[in-house]
T-cell receptor, first 108, second 113 residues
Framework: GQSLEQPSEVTAVEGAIVQINCTYQ??????LSWYQQHDGGAPTFLSYNALDGLEETGRFSSFLSRSDSYGYLLLQELQMKDSASYFC?????????FGQGTELSVKP | EPEVTQTPSHQVTQMGQEVILRCVPISNHLYFYWYRQILGQKVEFLVS????????KSEIFDDQFSVERPDGSNFTLKIRSTKLEDSAMYFC???????????FGPGTRLLVL
């Protein structure tokens, strides 16, 4: 089977940088995605890594190391509106297998 | 910007009743998915659908569940005889051919009493 581990919650201050880690176990996958979810709303796509390395999209970056079964999401210049849950998800032939999510609280 | 839409936003039903959740995927997308999220838990894959047939389904997607694309725009999830444990948020998602990103709808919150 597949499993993903993320910290359950992270707290940071406005303007700071925060890293949300994700470790996984799987027999194979196409890539690692990151989604943001506000208060049970629709998961919103943030970033995707098909290959090892860093992907940058504005204030958000994501990293994948297949050899370490590890990835992370980096959020820079944190804003209050970034307070949300963040999920890593394995792309397994189209279907997404989600982690439990990390609740990020941004404090002023 | 095109988006996935879902109706209804909320549905309350009695245990044993049938419910149909509706989704309109993004128009040029051909891969469709249903996920569910029990309150406070992670998002779980239910089923994927392509070319008018199920591509893959999870253990959750038992005989009480079915999906259909009744016309060129709608994608539905039917639960034949709802159970208390079916109470969850149900998300529809779609993906274009060759794309990696799944776009999620706003969800239907189902409450089974």
């Amino acid at each position: 089977g597949q499993s993903l581990e993320q910290p359950s919650e992270v707290t940071a201050v406005e303007g700071a940088i925060v890293q949300i880690n994700c470790t996984y176990q799987t027999s194979g996958f196409y890539g690692l995605s990151w989604y943001q979810q506000h208060d049970g709303g629709a998961p919103t796509f943030l970033s995707y890594n098909a290959l090892d390395g860093l992907e940058e999209t504005g204030r958000f970056s994501s990293f994948l190391s297949r050899s370490d079964s590890y990835g992370y999401l980096l959020l820079q210049e944190l804003q209050m509106k970034d307070s949300a849950s963040y999920f890593c998800a394995l792309n397994r032939g189209g279907k997404l297998i989600f982690g439990q999510g990390t609740e990020l609280s941004v404090k002023p | 910007e095109p988006e996935v839409t879902q109706t209804p936003s909320h549905q309350v039903t009695q245990m044993g009743q049938e419910v149909i959740l509706r989704c309109v995927p993004i128009s040029n997308h051909l891969y469709f998915y249903w996920y569910r999220q029990i309150l406070g838990q992670k998002v779980e894959f239910l089923v994927s659908f392509y070319n008018n047939e199920i591509s893959e389904k999870s253990e959750i997607f038992d005989d009480q569940f079915s999906v259909e694309r009744p016309d060129g725009s709608n994608f539905t999830l039917k639960i034949r005889s709802t159970k208390l444990e079916d109470s969850a948020m149900y998300f529809c998602a779609s993906r274009r051919p060759g794309g990696e990103t799944q776009y999620f709808g706003p969800g239907t919150r189902l409450l089974v009493l």
